[in-house]
Structures are given as C-alpha cells and as structure tokens.
C-alpha cells in the first residue's frame, strides 16, 4: 500500500512522484529507454491520475500503481519495461532461498498471480504469458551464463484455474505440462544468448 498525501503533506515534501520513480527505477533496468526528465514527466502524471482518482490522505494498493505505471510506459512504446516493471513490481517473480539447490540462485515464478479467474481462462493465453515472462526474466542469470533456478509456486492450484477445475490426472497433466513448458522456453533462451547452462526448473510445491 502506499499513502496518497493531502495538500498539507505534498507542501511539506511528501512525493508520491518519487515513490513512483523509484519504483519504475528499481524494476525496468536497462529495458527502461526514458532519460530522467522524461521518467519524472511519467510519474507525475500517474501521480496526478492517483490524486484525482482517489482522495486525499488515503492508502492505495501497490499492486495498482505498478498496473498505472506498467501502462503509462506501454502507452510510451517501452514494451520492455513495462513488462519488467509489472513481473518483477507486483512480486511475480522474486529471489528466494532453497537449501536443495546448493547455493544456486532461485528465482520464485508465483503461478497463482497469471491466472485469469473468469471464462477467458484459456490455456493459449496462459502459456503465451507466461513464454512473456519467462523472456522478461531472463536477465537474472546473464550474469551466471544460465546457471540457476527457476522455482514454480502454486503449480498445481493454476492447473486446475487454468482448467477451470477438471479431475485430479488432467491437473497433474497440466501441471507437468507448465514445467515442461518453461523448460522449453529456458532452452531457447539459452541457445539465443549463447549460455553456458539452462537455468533447472523446480517445482516448489512439491
């Protein structure tokens, strides 16, 4: 949550306008192509839209305002950071900690927040996604040449979203499938940059 300020606050220094720098700073890296004016301008004006959408001295989701920000950089033409910006800032995707992986790095896919919970839960729109985020990511181990972890959350509970529900073998098929799925995907990326290793798929449920 972060707070939106009243005209006293903003007075007073308080910024939502650095807030949201920062945080596009934090998660687009290299992908983000906006000189520091030009990324001021963006978060003032998201800033602006959250001040008269929402009242003053009042909490708003996180989550949002990387959805408002992830936006206003499409609308931009920075398809690549706005997709960093929604993987890595709504905590899709974040570094974790496994004693079974040796000291590899592990980097946390949460499944569960990919899922469309409405009719429009087809599986192609799924699995282009995640192809989407998979590419998004993979800059985490461009320093290690691939070596590393990629940890799946929730596998099993986005099967059955996925599914629609469906009995207990097509979820276990699916399940196998999504795995199965990322590494393809880790393959092809690790042919495209020339790695030295393909990042291990686990799955974390298990």
């Known amino acids: 949550m972060i707070w939106i300020p009243n005209n006293d606050e903003r ?10 720098e920062r945080v596009i700073a934090e998660n687009c890296g290299d992908d983000l192509l906006l000189d520091s004016g030009q990324a001021t301008e963006l978060a003032s004006a998201v800033a602006t839209f959250l001040e008269q959408s929402q009242d003053s001295g009042s909490y708003v989701d996180s989550g949002y305002l990387v959805m408002l920000a992830s936006r206003a950089l499409s609308s931009l033409g920075e398809q690549g950071a706005a997709h960093r ?13 496994w004693e079974v992986t040796g000291g590899e790095d592990v980097w946390t896919l949460d499944l569960r927040q990919m899922t469309v ?11 282009n996604s995640l192809n989407i985020v998979l590419a998004c990511i993979a800059d985490v181990w461009e ?6 972890v990629l940890g799946l959350r929730h596998v099993c509970d986005t099967a059955t979203a996925v599914l629609g ?22 393959a092809q990326i690790y042919t495209e940059r020339g790695w030295q290793h393909i990042p291990a798929v686990m799955n974390l449920d298990l």
């Not at 007075?11 to 949201?20: K, L, Q, R």
């Not at 919970?117 to 699995?127: G, S």
């Open 85 to 97: 910006l929604l993987v890595f800032g709504s905590g899709l995707v974040r570094p974790s900690e």
């Open 117 to 127: 919970r409405d009719d429009a839960a087809l599986e192609l729109v799924f699995f």
């Open 11 to 20: 007075e007073n220094g308080t910024s939502v306008v650095s807030h949201i």
């Open 143 to 148: 320093q290690t040449q691939g070596r590393g």
């Open 165 to 186: 529900g469906g009995k207990p073998g097509a979820v276990s098929a699916l399940a196998s499938e999504i795995r199965k799925s990322c590494e393809a995907k880790l």
